[in-house]
């Protein structure tokens, strides 16, 4: 089990209560990590003990996914505020101004925590944010399909296609480049969550009308993406280079939409040269 914290998040109806869970290790700058939509913190898991030799490594449920409860009633799942809760987040485990690494909709959040000037570097890997309005609909299209397909499956199937290469290719091949890397106990349990979480409808209907079009001064900034990403075309990458004239792009070859699975190694070291 993941460790927990709580805290307060404003919301219409005043200061709000909501808890977050975590897995934290390592010692040095701090590192906060930011999974994608559907995902959990164990996203981070092939990277994890590679960044926590160097750093104080904290990776993130964010709010309704994993083991984070759903963000209190009335309290909407827009970049502002989950922005918001993540500062809050950091002050609540006295951390101030981590290097933050995210993917996907982790990674949209890190480039937002990066413009408000809370963290000390920003390591984006297929950040969302970067789209023409078709992408996107064939993103959030293959995310519901993704989320349905998790769904309708009994945790049994689940469990008997986790244990061969070719089933975990059927279950997760949208998100990777290399599925059968994936070990069929992490399979089984991110299939779960994806179904489990309670923010995935929310956060989706928040995203449909972002658009990430500023730049990110200041500070360090790394955009990376998968050559193989098929949720996220890597094209997108250009666009956000444009907006972020500072940022460094960076392909992954081979890699897909979650790219530390592929290949660790490489993710890791994209993640602490921006750290340095």
């Not at 972002?210 to 990403?229: E, Y």
Request: charged share 20%; glycine share 10%; aromatic share 6%.
């Amino acid at each position: 089990m993941a460790a927990q914290v709580s805290f307060s998040v404003a919301s219409p109806g005043g200061p709000r209560e909501m808890t977050v869970a975590y897995e934290r290790a390592g010692a040095g700058e701090p590192l906060l990590l930011l999974h994608g939509i559907g995902h959990h913190w164990q996203a981070w898991s092939p990277v994890f003990d590679i960044l926590a030799a160097e750093h104080d490594v904290i990776a993130v449920d964010l709010p309704g996914f994993g083991e984070s409860a759903a963000l209190p009633d009335g309290v909407p799942y827009d970049l502002s505020t989950v922005t918001a809760a993540l500062g809050a987040l950091c002050e609540a485990l006295k951390v101030e101004r981590p290097h933050v690494a995210g993917n996907s909709l982790g990674g949209l959040l890190a480039l937002e925590l990066g413009r408000d000037k809370l963290v000390r570097s920003v390591t984006a890997l297929s950040p969302g944010g970067f789209w023409t309005q078709a992408e996107r609909r064939y993103a959030f299209g293959t995310l519901l399909a993704m989320r349905q397909g998790a769904r309708l499956l009994p945790r049994p199937t689940i469990e008997r296609l986790s244990r061969s290469a070719a089933g975990r290719t059927a279950l997760t091949s949208t998100i990777y480049a290399r599925p059968w890397r994936r070990s069929p106990e992490a399979v089984v349990a991110e299939t779960i969550a994806l179904r489990a979480a309670t923010g995935f409808d929310e956060t989706l209907a928040a995203g449909r009308d972002v658009l990430f079009q500023d730049d990110v001064p200041d500070i360090p900034v790394t955009v990376a993406w998968g050559t193989k990403d098929r949720l996220l075309l890597r094209r997108q990458g250009i666009r956000a280079k444009h907006a972020i004239p500072g940022a460094r792009l960076i392909r992954l070859p081979g890699c897909g939409h979650v790219p530390m699975n592929d290949d660790p190694a490489l993710v890791a070291r994209v993640i602490l040269d921006t750290c340095r």
